[in-house]
T-cell receptor, first 113, second 114 residues
Framework: DQQVKQNSPSLSVQEGRISILNCDYT??????FLWYKKYPAEGPTFLIS?????DKNEDGRFTVFLNKSAKHLSLHIVPSQPGDSAVYFC????????????FGTGTKLQVIP | KAGVTQTPRYLIKTRGQQVTLSCSPI?????VSWYQQTPGQGLQFLFE???????NKGNFPGRFSGRQFSNSRSEMNVSTLELGDSALYLC?????????????FGPGTRLTVL
């Protein structure tokens, strides 16, 4: 039962354009969402998070949007840079102690120079 | 501060064997989680330890087990290896068990079962 879904396994974007990565979840109890970035031969690194009390969170070139009614979140990268080429994982959890983090299957982003 | 370290980085085993993977968290971090990453499945949660106690467990068979030591270092063990256990095993640490604490991942151990 995949509770966090990233339906696009890959995405190609031109350098300087916007990258939009999408994520859907099924568990309505999730109230904390995260994005991680993973380069080959490295572990995932935290990128940005959002709590369900917000619908948008920005950090530099990265913005995460949350649509609770649609159980959908997206990560926008503007402008995209070649160094952004990586696999992006969406993750979700319930807040509070001892809650496990459920990850999506990942989207491989390629930014073409 | 040193990051999360995992040993070994690569491992080749045959079916039926057992394997032990090790994870050293960032100094001061007391929570350690383990994940299995396979193509098409993303990161699957295995278990989380905090203060030497397993706090959460994913949907994996009993062949997968773990433990945490008093210095927060953690090991996971897989017994009676199957071909499907071939994966990247990732360890992550965070300061406490608060959900909003950022998890820091190690580089992983690549396990190949022949």
């Amino acid at each position: 039962d995949q509770q966090v879904k990233q339906n696009s396994p890959s995405l190609s974007v031109q350098e300087g354009r916007i990258s939009i990565l999408n994520c859907d979840y099924t568990n309505s109890m999730f109230d904390y969402f995260l994005w991680y970035k993973k380069y080959p031969a490295e572990g995932p690194t935290f990128l940005i998070s959002i709590s369900s009390i917000k619908d948008k969170n920005e950090d530099g070139r990265f913005t995460v949007f949350l649509n609770k009614s649609a159980k959908h979140l997206s990560l926008h990268i503007v402008p995209s840079q070649p160094g952004d080429s990586a696999v992006y994982f969406c993750a979700a959890s319930k807040s509070g102690g001892y809650q496990k983090v459920t990850f999506g299957t990942g989207t491989k982003l390629q930014v073409i120079p | 501060k040193a990051g999360v370290t995992q040993t070994p980085r690569y491992l080749i085993k045959t079916r039926g064997q057992q394997v032990t993977l090790s994870c050293s968290p960032i100094s001061g971090h007391r929570s350690v989680s383990w994940y299995q990453q396979t193509p098409g499945q993303g990161l699957q949660f295995l278990f989380e330890y905090f203060s030497e106690t397993q706090r959460n467990k994913g949907n994996f068979p009993g062949r997968f087990s773990g433990r945490q030591f008093s210095n927060s270092r953690s090991e996971m063990n897989v017994s009676t290896l199957e071909l499907g256990d071939s994966a990247l095993y990732l360890c992550a640490s965070r300061p406490g068990q608060v959900m909003t604490d950022t998890q820091y991942f190690g580089p992983g151990t690549r396990l190949t079962v022949l």
